[in-house]
């Protein structure tokens, strides 16, 4: 079926498959890992993070399910989460390197590479810890999975178009509130929260983008490369936390301050890139977007 909702069918089911699709597959991909248990866990971490987007669509109608199977899932990926950072790390630090500025900075960055990748290599033998809290998470998927079937939306095909119309509106607010908070500041938790609602709005686009196509799937280009950008820019504040943090790891002093001085730079550049893009993902006020989103699921169904 894929990760859609389609005005033609009844709301409900197209819910649940939408949502036990996410949790089969994060199910599948943590029991059979084919491409190694971190590469797994990511996988996962991504179809939760749909499944978390898909409730928040609904969060109006179905209150106590939307929280509780929110917190479940959230706490979850929480579990996982850690046993992804140094992957991470290492990513970002090739990420950095991909963009020295000159020679100098190159070689302090294939430094920091190094320390990093072996300092990981180092500390991949709690493998008894990583299964147990695959083994958790893959018990609560099927918990999750029996919650989503329970699931029940009432009203025809009118409560479906408000339902629509009412979980795009709310998610555009808080974007754009998002969008806003980060345009004279430097603080990384704000432009975390804005590619929070980025990954929501890029997974509304793929949910409903039977309604139209060329105009989501050009929607979804954007709000990906802004989302992207913004993962970069959270990976570099938490590489800068790890290197503050251990800085016995680094046996040339200055390396942490080189590094430092690359990390401000990317993330100032990273920073502007993400804000013309939100200018661009988020120009048109959320109500009339909203509007048009609810007027075109109308006319499909």
Known sequence: MGYRIRPSERFSEEFKAAGAEQLDEAIAVLTTHPEGMLEAIHAARKNFKKLRSLYRLVADDVPVFRDRENARIRNMARTLSALRDATALVEVSRYLLEHARNDDERVMLERVKKILSDHFKDNEGATTEIAESVASAIATCSQALEALSRVD??????????????????????????WRACENTTDTHLFHELRKRGQDYRHYLSLLRDLWPSAMHAKRVAASEMVDLLGHHNDLALLTSFANAHPHLFTRSEDIAHLLSAVIARQEALRQSALQLADEVFLDRPRDEARRIALLWRNAA
């Open 153 to 178: 939306f009432k009203g025809g095909k009118k409560r479906d178009e408000t339902r629509i119309d009412k979980g795009w509106r709310t998610l555009l607010k808080r974007a754009r509130a998002a």
